[in-house]
């Protein structure tokens, strides 16, 4: 199994600024996947993020919201760009722990708040 | 398209009940099926996975059996504690390299002493 730490583990945001949430994984990994939790609610793909290549993102999000950085196997970055409170959730990173389809592994998640 | 259906929860029991959480799913081919658990704050971890017809998966005394005549996957254990309370999410997968898993939207587990 893949180890995912997520960076921060919590924040409250003023309306209108940005945060950047990063994702650290123990392996290198091909794809890595952000995922947003509003509260109560079941998870919902943002994009998938390959290295080396733009992200994919999923209909109801855009690059300019949420711009990620893939630059090596192990790390990613997912900003959340001029929030609003309607942005708070949990968003949660995983990687596939093995071949096509295998078992996906969460990170911690970070705990957004925007005020 | 693609889908998984959970029972709507909250579901309340009491210590040592007997649970079950029904899931069942809509895909073409032939999906992994798996069951993750958030605790409260915490992040999803998984509980159990069946990747074939008929496979049990089974993990902290829950199991779920891989049932394609009737595409579930319920989940169940025998004796619930207090420590069991969480969000359980069914959710598949379809094979595919870079392909993100498909959730149902979760069920609460609350559990009294």
């Known amino acids: 199994s893949a180890v995912i730490s997520q960076k921060p583990s919590r924040d409250i945001c003023q309306r209108g600024t940005s945060l950047t949430i990063q994702c650290q994984v123990d392996?290198?990994?091909?794809?890595m996947f952000w995922y947003r939790q509003q509260p109560g609610q079941s998870l919902t793909l943002i994009a998938t993020a390959n290295q080396g290549s733009e992200a994919t993102y999923e209909s109801g999000f855009v690059i300019d919201k949420f711009p990620i950085s893939r630059p090596n196997l192990t790390f990613s970055t997912l900003t959340v760009s001029n929030m609003s409170p309607e942005d708070s959730s949990i968003y949660l990173c995983?990687?596939?722990?093995?071949?096509?389809?295998?078992?996906?592994?969460f990170g911690p998640g970070t705990r957004l708040t925007v005020l | 398209g693609d889908s998984v259906t959970q029972m709507e929860g909250p579901v309340t029991l009491s210590e040592e009940a007997c649970l079950t959480i029904n899931c069942t799913y809509t895909a073409t081919g032939y999906p992994s099926l798996f069951w993750y658990v958030q605790y409260p704050g915490e992040g999803l971890q998984l509980l159990l996975k069946?990747?074939?017809?008929?496979d049990k998966g089974s993990n902290k005394g829950f199991e779920a059996t891989y049932r394609k005549e009737t595409t579930s996957f319920h989940l169940e254990k025998g004796s619930v504690q207090v420590s069991d309370s969480a969000v359980y999410f069914c959710?598949?997968?379809?094979?595919?390299?870079?392909?993100?898993?498909?959730f149902g939207k979760g069920t609460t587990l609350s559990v009294s002493s």
């Open positions: 959710a598949l997968s379809l094979h595919q390299a870079g392909t993100a898993l498909i």
């Open positions: 069946a990747t074939k017809a008929d």
């Open positions: 995983s990687v596939e722990g093995g071949g096509p389809g295998d078992t996906q592994y």
């Open positions: 392996s290198q990994v091909t794809m």
